[in-house]
């Protein structure tokens, strides 16, 4: 039996294929496409489409959306998702409200393989990688739970984004299009731990989006005891492909540094970090490390200040992240977790 096409992973230049191969003319797929993101459920609900066709459609595709598994709100409005995919599998999505409008963190695989330390993502290892029908599928059942609409979309969530790079430049390719969420290439921010041969793959795509690089130590062996990406790509060479990136798309860079307490929250710390990375233009997100792995506590507040004086004395911006749903273990995995266990059970 044929494998169902996922309609949700579909560009409109696909669609259009697709239209012909089902002996319709190749504009169809546009209105598919619009159907797709116009508030269709089922292939039943495109009214200006032939019963005939969408009857071929429906035997052909499939219009799985995830299900809400669990949902936890936060005092602050921040609000976590544990989604169950089509085959079973768990994964999550926060969405957070800003002046600016309203972010979702989205997963790009089921669970994760980099093995950062700190992460409740590595856990269990990646069981696999997501399409870009199920990253849209993230989207779409948010707005629709909540009644309102994302804007912004940062690739932080379950997973490393340039790990499955294919899917989700796809991903951000139907979700910019005018006729789909129409989201800006500028609205999205990549988080990588540091895949420095998949970043000059990213680079050549020129795209405007805001790369954000997982850095947390300036120091190579202190940095592979936290992310063992590092022993394969180490400092000096990230510090180049970054310099490369920068130089190919005119695209500031966010260097993304959880504070450890006593570990990595040193001024030494950040004068290493600042010579190291002297060739790039960049900002700096501090952020108090999540306690959800064991050994790990957040820095204190005096180090917090002590280590962003350094940066701002040197003139480079720095600021701390806001912490919001830190009532419902808003960080990557911890849902995901809960919910496999009570399974279990």
Request: hydrophobic residues 40%; glycine residues 8%.
């Amino acid at each position: 039996m044929a494998k169902l096409l996922d309609v949700y992973s579909m560009t409109i230049e696909e669609l259009s294929q697709l239209a012909q191969s089902l002996g319709e003319k190749a504009y169809r797929g546009k209105q598919i496409f619009k159907w797709l993101y116009g508030g269709a459920t089922t292939f039943c609900d495109m009214t200006d489409l032939s019963k005939k066709f969408r009857e071929a459609l429906a035997s052909a595709c499939t219009m799985h959306l995830p299900t809400i598994e669990r949902k936890q709100v936060a005092k602050d409005g921040t609000v976590k998702y544990a989604f169950r995919l089509a085959d079973g599998e768990v994964i999550e999505s926060v969405v957070m409200s800003y002046r600016h409008g309203n972010t979702i963190c989205v997963s790009t695989q089921a669970g994760c393989n980099m093995g950062c330390s700190f992460c409740a993502s590595a856990v269990g290892g990646k069981t696999r990688d997501l399409t870009a029908g199920e990253m849209i599928g993230q989207i779409m059942v948010a707005e629709r739970d909540l009644s309102c609409r994302i804007g912004n979309v940062v690739l932080m969530g379950m997973g490393e984004p340039l790990d499955n790079l294919e899917q989700v430049l796809k991903f951000m390719a139907i979700s910019n299009d005018e006729n789909g969420f129409c989201i800006g290439y500028r609205h999205f921010t990549l988080s990588t731990c540091g895949l420095c041969d998949k970043m000059n793959m990213l680079a050549e795509h020129k795209l405007p989006i805001t790369l954000s690089v997982s850095v947390h130590s300036p120091f190579d062996e202190e940095r592979s005891e936290m992310m063992p990406v590092n022993k394969k790509f180490p400092l000096a060479t990230l510090a180049k492909t970054l310099e490369h990136y920068q130089a190919v798309t005119g695209r500031r860079i966010s260097l993304e540094y959880a504070l450890i307490r006593d570990k990595n929250d040193s001024p030494a710390h950040a004068k290493a970090l600042m010579k190291l990375f002297g060739g790039l233009s960049y900002h700096v997100n501090v952020i108090p490390v999540n306690e959800a792995r064991e050994g790990f506590l957040k820095s204190h507040q005096a180090n917090i200040h002590r280590f962003l004086e350094c940066f701002e004395k040197a003139g480079i911006p720095a600021t701390t992240r806001r912490e919001l749903g830190a009532d419902i273990s808003a960080a990557c995995g911890q849902l995901r977790h809960q919910v496999q266990k009570e399974k279990e059970l």
